[in-house]
């Protein structure tokens, strides 16, 4: 597959109601809504990435954009922002869509079971049934996506692509050992010292701090990032972290089981949060499995650096299943 980026890649960037909380996702391709695409050529498949912790979608653009290019620019790419880690600027409509009639009240949509709910929440109500899904998860993305395929199994997923995944004993990583204190015993200190230093920041100043560290990691400043200096949506990113510390313990072994055929696992040399013993462990008790280890030494955080090489490995897992769905009438 063709992986440069020769032409500009169309986004839309649309901030909706899901579950009843502002939710950013950012589409890539001229297709914008599933259902009432008037075009002859409505796509068969969605390509689905769900993001790690802090969950900023806009952060994950440059990936969205290599990888829809990497596949030839024929299904649209989608990538969805955690609830409650996204707050639409002011003058960005939110738009309502009809909720699930057959889904229930989510208590803890902030924590990750109400993540799960709210992802599953989105992809019924917003991809028709007939379209193919793959889903991309990058970190507790990728715990995300197990569980839509453990909890939600009428989803037509035909391939889901765990990268750097974070499915088990979190607490006990490098970073796990470092985060689980701050995350779990002293969060109430994160969340006051995160409100007194950025709640009384302008935004003039809060844009041109994201601009600068923008500008360092060269990226650009394409789509609304202001949630990274906003308190509420920092402590909720706080918040599902502690909880990922105390509830991913043991691997889904069952769930990987059932559905081995249609994932792939690719686990970093370099990662802390997901040690190369993790990778050894899994490929032991899974070798049938196409389980992979990185041997470029990109780092976890792939989409500020490595973007563009793990969008062209991740096309050529597709090219199979994309192939196929393509020589379907």
């Not at 692509?161 to 499915?167: A, S």
């Amino acid at each position: 597959m063709d992986s440069e980026v020769k032409e500009e890649v169309p986004v839309r960037e649309e901030f909706i109601l899901c579950c009843g909380v502002e939710t950013q996702v950012l589409k890539c391709g001229p297709w914008t809504d599933l259902f009432n695409d008037p075009s002859a050529n409505k796509p068969k498949l969605l390509i689905f990435i769900i993001t790690g912790n802090p969950g900023f979608s806009a952060v994950y653009a440059p990936f969205a954009k290599a990888l829809y290019s990497a596949t030839n620019r024929r299904f649209p790419v989608w990538v969805i922002s955690h609830a409650g880690q996204v707050v639409a600027p002011k003058d960005k409509k939110i738009l309502e869509t009809p909720d699930d009639p057959n889904a229930q009240e989510i208590k803890d949509i902030y924590g990750l079971s109400g993540q799960v709910e709210h992802k599953m929440a989105f992809l019924r109500t917003h991809v028709p049934k007939e379209t193919k899904l793959v889903l991309i998860g990058h970190s507790i993305g990728c715990y995300i996506c197990l569980q839509i395929l453990k909890l939600a199994p009428e989803l037509p997923v035909i391939r889901s692509c765990l990268l750097f995944p974070t499915i088990e004993r979190m607490s006990e990583t490098p970073n796990g050992r470092i985060a689980t204190p701050l995350l779990c015993w002293l969060r109430y200190a994160l969340y006051a010292s995160g409100y007194f230093l950025l709640k009384p920041c302008p935004e003039k100043i809060k844009s041109w701090l994201i601009r600068m560290t923008l500008q360092r990691m060269n990226l650009e400043n394409e789509f609304s990032l202001q949630s990274i200096l906003e308190p509420f949506c920092l402590a909720n990113a706080a918040y599902l972290g502690g909880q990922e510390m105390m509830q991913v313990v043991k691997r889904d072994n069952e769930t990987i089981k059932e559905h081995l055929s249609k994932l792939t696992f690719y686990y970093g040399t370099i990662d802390r949060w997901c040690p190369k013993e993790f990778y050894e462990d899994i490929k032991k008790d899974f070798p049938e499995g196409d389980i992979r280890l990185c041997e470029k030494k990109i780092s976890h955080a792939f989409v500020l650096y490595f973007h563009q090489e793990m969008a062209d490995m991740v096309a050529d897992w597709l090219k199979d299943d994309l192939a196929k769905i393509e020589a379907v009438e």
